[in-house]
């Protein structure tokens, strides 16, 4: 027999999801309109209307990306003469992959401009970054990519000068991106 359920596929472009579904047969009037779910990886579990689409429908891009994945559902409901029905497609996930730039100078003054040396970006999903001096010494490490190094050294201000750093990120989508490098620390 037929299938009568909702085939939601799913790929990431730059920035955008785009999105694709078969046409709901189940119901004996139609369908009403398809409406679509977003639910990012940022706020677990909780699954909101993002946008409706009147019949036929079918496809949708989202371009509002802000994490690194993004699970979607849509939902068929049934037209005007029928009992009310719905119809949920399966769960598709789109993953992007980190985007990640190190910028090569800070200013740990206080003054809020580039006082924090950590890495820019999006869509990481596991981040480290080292901070060692040219003898090889390491002397700061985080996982966050929040806090990043403050130009200390057990509490104290370290000298301006030139520093090493190693950086690594995974994204959402399993790619690892790598990076050595230099910053130059002014005071």
Avoid: H
């Amino acid at each position: 027999g037929e299938s009568c359920s909702i085939l939601l596929e799913g790929e990431a472009g730059d920035f955008i999801s785009n999105l694709s579904w078969n046409q709901y047969i189940g119901f004996p009037f139609g369908v009403d309109q398809y409406q679509i779910y977003s639910r990012p990886e940022s706020q677990g579990s909780t699954y909101n209307l993002i946008f409706e689409v009147s019949s036929p429908g079918g496809s949708y891009s989202d371009a509002n990306i802000q994490d690194g994945r993004v699970c979607y559902r849509v939902r068929a409901t049934e037209s005007g003469a029928g009992c009310g029905g719905e119809s949920w497609s399966n769960e598709v996930c789109v993953e992007f992959p980190p985007l990640m730039f190190m910028p090569n100078a800070f200013s740990p003054n206080g003054d809020q401009l580039n006082d924090i040396f950590t890495a820019g970006g999006l869509f990481f999903e596991e981040f480290d970054l080292q901070i060692w001096d040219r003898w090889g010494k390491l002397l700061f490490q985080t996982r966050d990519v929040a806090s990043g190094w403050d130009g200390k050294i057990n509490g104290l201000d370290a000298p301006e000068g030139v520093y090493i750093f190693k950086v690594y990120v995974r994204g959402y989508d399993g790619t690892e991106l790598k990076q050595n490098g230099s910053v130059t620390l002014i005071r």
